[in-house]
């Protein structure tokens, strides 16, 4: 309006446009996880005038556009997203979550045990070689034996069978377990109970010459007669002596000497001799 005392007043009016900004908020399907790639479901909600959209994920990547992308972490770290549209009239409106996503460095279970071959009543050493965790969990089925260490362990096992040992690795509350199985063999062991007498005339009543032993990967029985001479030699384990000698010729009745080359489940050797009394 312009007043000068000598004009009349004149009144101008211009009309001004406000336009409302946009509005948004975001939201994720998850705030913090372990190991990369780390990936993340997020979804934005923009002003139905919105015309154009843009995500800042933290990690230098901003190139979707989509309100519903799907974004892989690849480092471990703490990261700031962004979410922002624009609309025709050239209003823009952001929202920003300081520390919205958190990836974590997931440690690495992992173990060895010696000796290689496990026999019951020998002491296995099992090695912690995991990486990344500062508590550990060992499961040694024996049965249930739960170990909580941060050091190497050593355990022995009593029965033979199969056995599988569980390593649980934690940091913070990244975990991961590996599980490694392996059988556990019985004592290598020579009788102290093997017979002195056997009768094979085929009455089904102790007609061959065998003796039980455990833990043995191969037993070889060598048998000698009274003047030092080889007349037999068998697998131990898988058979016995049915009173025969090198050609299937029948032996004679009388004293024979036999030695016992055997070999335990670890490699470990072993050695027995003794008498058997041949009846016909």
């Known amino acids: 309006t312009i007043t000068d005392n000598c004009s009349p007043t004149m009144t101008a009016v211009v009309p001004v446009t406000v336009n409302p900004l946009p509005v948004v908020s975001m939201s994720s399907g998850a705030s913090?996880?372990?190991?990369?790639?780390?990936?993340v479901n997020f979804t934005g909600t923009p002003s139905a005038s919105c015309s154009?959209?843009?995500?800042?994920?933290?990690?230098?990547?901003?190139s979707s556009a989509s309100l519903t992308p799907n974004h892989c972490y690849a480092k471990p770290g703490v990261y700031t997203v962004s979410f922002s549209c624009k609309d025709a009239n050239g209003c823009s409106a952001s929202t920003t979550t300081p520390g919205m996503i958190t990836v974590l460095s997931k440690p690495k279970a992992a173990f060895t045990y010696t000796p290689a071959v496990v026999v019951a009543g020998v002491q296995e050493n099992f090695t912690n070689t995991s990486t990344g965790a500062s508590s550990y969990i060992w499961k040694l089925n024996d049965p249930g034996l739960i170990v909580d260490s941060t050091t190497d362990?050593?355990?022995?096992?009593?029965?033979?069978?199969r056995y599988c040992i569980m390593l649980v690795a934690f940091d913070n509350t990244c975990v991961d377990t590996v599980t490694n199985c392996f059988q556990v063999d019985q004592a290598c062991h020579l009788s102290d109970s093997i017979p002195n007498v056997f009768t094979p005339n085929n009455d089904g009543f102790n007609d061959i010459f065998t003796f039980k032993n455990t833990g043995l990967q191969a037993l070889t029985c060598t048998l000698f007669n009274r003047w030092g001479m080889e007349i037999y030699s068998y697998d131990a384990i898988h058979s016995g002596w049915d009173g025969?000698?090198?050609?299937?010729?029948v032996a004679p009745g009388g004293t024979y000497f036999y030695i016992l080359d055997a070999t335990?489940?670890?490699?470990?050797?072993?050695k027995g001799h003794g008498f058997v009394e041949l009846l016909r």
Not at 52 to 62: A, L, V
Not at 153 to 161: C, F, K, P, V
């Open 32 to 39: 913090a996880g372990c190991g990369v790639p780390f990936c």
């Open 52 to 62: 154009t959209i843009n995500w800042t994920y933290g990690d230098g990547d901003c």
């Open 153 to 161: 362990i050593a355990h022995t096992y009593q029965d033979s069978g």
């Open 244 to 249: 025969r000698t090198f050609g299937q010729q």
């Open 264 to 270: 335990c489940q670890d490699g470990a050797k072993k």
